[in-house]
């Protein structure tokens, strides 16, 4: 089962819980975040968004294994954290 964590977006001050049965994509819509998505899956990238602390757990397909070590970008349509808390540049 997935762990919860912290989502922080750096330049709305928002901070929100992502439930361990939920996505970041689908918290940050929600709360009325305006965020691009696409395929919801991770294949399409169209919700990359910039990680300025923490790290994420990559589920997508889109970023190359070097720009998912690299923990600079997730996708939050399916990816989460391995840390408590991502801060996002959103």
Do not use: W
Request: net charge negative; charged share 20%; proline share 6%.
């Amino acid at each position: 089962m997935a762990q919860p964590f912290t989502l922080k977006l750096a330049r709305s001050k928002l901070t929100l819980e992502v439930g361990p049965d939920e996505s970041a994509l689908d918290v940050l819509v929600a709360h009325g975040v305006d965020i691009i998505s696409s395929c919801c899956q991770g294949v399409c990238g169209s919700c990359l968004t910039v990680v300025l602390e923490g790290q994420p757990d990559h589920q997508d397909m889109y970023l190359t294994p070097e720009e998912q070590a690299a923990g600079n970008c997730f996708t939050p349509c399916c990816s989460r954290a391995v840390s408590d808390t991502l801060v996002i540049d959103l």
